[in-house]
């Protein structure tokens, strides 16, 4: 889902928008809150009304790529609603795109080998 090494920053959206827009009116969405910008390198997660659809919306360098998805059963498990954006790791972020409850995934930091003596 998210293209291989990319390590930039990933929001997702605290509020659902409507998904009838697509690469430019999600543009614009991210364009107007403060601090982010579309060409950035930042990748975006959207959220509908109902929470059973997804859109990801990201630069890679060469243009924007809107990548979407719809549950058939169920729905995603998003923040709660309110303004802003929430900063999601990958490892997050792949597993809500997944249908999974994001929540349990924890990031762990991983320390240097020691050399070897």
């Given at each position: 889902?998210?293209?291989?090494?990319?390590?930039?920053?990933?929001?997702?959206?605290?509020?659902?928008?409507?998904?009838?827009?697509?690469?430019d009116?999600?543009a614009?969405?991210?364009?107007?809150?403060?601090?982010?910008a579309?060409?950035?390198?930042?990748t975006?997660?959207?959220?509908?009304?109902?929470?059973?659809?997804?859109?990801?919306?990201?630069w890679?360098?060469?243009?924007?790529?809107?990548?979407c998805?719809?549950?058939e059963t169920g729905?995603?498990t998003?923040?709660?609603v309110q303004?802003?954006?929430?900063?999601?790791?990958?490892?997050?972020?792949?597993?809500l795109?997944?249908?999974?409850?994001?929540?349990?995934?924890?990031?762990r930091?991983?320390?240097?080998?020691?050399?070897?003596?």
């Amino acid at each position: 889902m998210i293209l291989p090494g990319h390590r930039l920053p990933i929001v997702v959206a605290m509020r659902p928008v409507d998904f009838r827009r697509g690469h430019d009116g999600l543009a614009v969405t991210v364009q107007n809150a403060p601090g982010l910008a579309p060409q950035s390198g930042l990748t975006v997660v959207f959220r509908s009304t109902r929470g059973d659809r997804i859109k990801v919306l990201m630069w890679d360098g060469a243009g924007l790529v809107l990548i979407c998805k719809r549950l058939e059963t169920g729905s995603f498990t998003w923040p709660k609603v309110q303004d802003g954006v929430m900063r999601l790791s990958r490892a997050q972020v792949e597993a809500l795109f997944e249908g999974l409850d994001w929540r349990r995934v924890m990031a762990r930091r991983v320390s240097a080998p020691a050399a070897a003596g």
